[in-house]
């Protein structure tokens, strides 16, 4: 299982050399004291009415400019034409930082930038400003919601091209958890796989505010959010993360 680093400073060289131990050796690592629990917790009620007062596009009818502004689409079935044969039921909201900080986020993106950006042994993080254009950092949430909210085990074939390996061979995928499992769902939640197609949940000892980091080079999803609960996005029930 992969530990907690609790870090309640800068981050610096010390903590990358232990994120890739850790990662190294359990697959993934939990940092903690980056982003307060609470703060995390308060911007929940705001992405939920979001999802629910929105209109979202459907899985395959996103314009290319679309994500380049705060949009949604919902993510259904396993015809993604980025993703193909991934199956998930989850919605995607684009959130750039160029655009308007709707929810009031973006610092926790700079965060997991900086995260992102160290694990990989950049001399400094790659904000928006600091990319060639058209590049820029793809920020988003993902939600999943209870009632069968998931996305399938698979292989992040794009990560060789988008992160260069620190030197180890792993490829490193940070991301924040905005919501908590045995608050907001019960069952589910991100999973690697180990080769005798077992599965370990990456939540077990999280909490909301966690940033989970993980090897994207091995098998990996999330499982259902809730099956045993029928379908009701009302219920603002289900996991909610940013990346």
């Known amino acids: ?63 290319k400019e679309a994500i380049r502004e705060l949009s949604s689409k919902w993510s259904v079935g396993g015809e ?32 997991l930038i900086m995260v992102r950006d160290l694990c990989a042994g950049r001399p400094k993080p790659l904000f928006d400003e600091d990319l060639e254009k058209p590049f820029f950092n793809g920020t988003r949430l993902q939600v999943y919601p209870s009632g069968g909210g998931f996305m399938s085990s698979h292989l992040d074939s794009t990560a060789t091209n988008t992160f260069n390996a620190p030197g180890d061979g792993v490829f490193l995928q940070p991301l924040l958890l905005i919501t908590e499992r045995g608050i907001d769902y019960e069952r589910g939640g991100a999973f690697y796989e180990n080769q005798d197609s077992s599965k370990v949940y990456l939540e077990d000892l999280a909490k909301s505010g966690d940033i989970v980091v993980y090897d994207e080079s091995i098998k990996h999803g999330v499982g259902d959010v809730d099956p045993q609960l029928p379908l009701n996005l009302d219920s603002r029930k289900g996991r909610i993360v940013a990346l």
């Open 80 to 111: 993604s034409p980025i993703q193909k044969d991934i199956a998930r039921f989850m919605l995607t909201i684009y959130a750039p930082m160029n655009s308007h900080d709707f929810f009031g986020i973006n610092e926790w993106f700079k965060t």
């Open 1 to 63: 299982m992969g530990g907690i680093i609790q870090i309640n400073g800068n981050l610096n060289s010390d903590i990358r050399n232990e994120i890739l131990e850790q990662v190294k050796s359990n697959h993934f690592v939990i940092l903690r004291g980056l982003i307060g629990r609470e703060e995390v917790r308060s911007k929940i009620d705001k992405i939920w009415n979001f999802l629910l007062t929105n209109k979202h596009y459907g899985s395959s009818d996103v314009p």
